[in-house]
């Protein structure tokens, strides 16, 4: 189901099987809404789930009427790992998605489950879930992007302490640190942050949020005088587009912007 056509089908749509797991896929006011549903008692994603992952990122990247997409778990973690045979292409696939990308982190995320959020844009994560890297314990290393990611987003002597020792991190610490990026104290709480993101998100114009990501993603691997000059070309771009003139008029005639994402 691509997220145009389920504007046409009933919400909660899911593509299932009993031994490999289900993505549960909505879409409402632009919003793209994925939610993982896990074979079995563990929370593992399954290739079959990847699969289905890999198609709908295609889809949102590709439909003109998603704007962003929202990613979450259905049961009491949000993922605590991949089964042998996930495609190795599945989490840069998320974070390469020009549309801005949310996990709604519902519990644990461990492994490559964490790998999996961290290539989103924004975390909210409600306050009992738990964050852990723990390969190393087994022998491994992780191999969908940790070792780049983590970093990046609490520093390298963090990042090295998580992985090396494999310790849990709390909601709060990983709120604290930089990894979590909304807090929620409960599952009703989470919707309601989920909610309010979202429509922050949606509200604003879908073109300058795609540039927004493009600029602050490629400016890690520039220098700053390389990050600037990309931001300045992305400005000149923005300028040419209907979304900036009809941002100017609808401040001018102070009133709510109708952007179209062109």
């Known amino acids: 189901m691509t997220p145009r056509s389920a504007k046409k089908a009933r919400p909660r749509r899911a593509a299932r099987s009993a031994s490999a797991g289900a993505i549960e896929v909505s879409f409402a006011s632009g919003c793209?809404?994925?939610t993982l549903r896990f074979p079995g008692a563990r929370a593992i994603l399954t290739p079959a789930m990847a699969v289905r992952l890999l198609e709908l990122f295609e889809h949102v990247e590709d439909d003109d009427s998603a704007c962003m997409l929202a990613l979450t778990g259905a049961g009491a973690a949000f993922c605590t790992g991949f089964d042998a045979g996930v495609d190795p292409r599945l989490v840069e696939s998320?974070?390469?998605?020009?549309?801005?990308?949310?996990?709604?982190?519902?519990?644990?995320?461990?492994d490559e489950g964490l790998e999996l959020a961290m290539a989103a844009d924004i975390r909210v994560a409600i306050s009992s879930a738990r964050f852990a890297i723990t390969q190393v314990k087994r022998g491994a290393m992780p191999h969908f992007g940790a070792t780049q990611r983590l970093p990046r987003l609490i520093g390298a002597a963090n990042a090295l302490r998580l992985m090396l020792t494999g310790t849990a991190l709390g909601a709060d610490d990983a709120m604290r640190s930089g990894l979590v990026t909304y807090l929620a104290g409960s599952r009703a709480d989470l919707?309601?942050?989920?909610?309010?993101?979202?429509?922050?998100?949606?509200?604003?114009?879908?073109?300058?949020?795609?540039?927004?990501?493009?600029?602050?993603l490629k400016g890690y691997d520039m220098t700053l005088d390389q990050g600037i000059r990309l931001e300045e070309d992305l400005y000149a771009l923005l300028q040419t587009t209907s979304d900036r003139a009809e941002g100017v008029r609808a401040f001018l005639e102070k009133r709510k912007p109708l952007f179209r994402g062109a």
């Open 94 to 110: 998320l974070a390469v998605l020009s549309r801005p990308t949310v996990a709604i982190i519902n519990g644990d995320a461990f």
């Open 191 to 216: 919707a309601s942050v989920s909610a309010r993101v979202a429509e922050a998100i949606l509200s604003r114009a879908p073109l300058a949020a795609r540039l927004v990501k493009d600029a602050v």
């Open 32 to 34: 793209v809404s994925a």
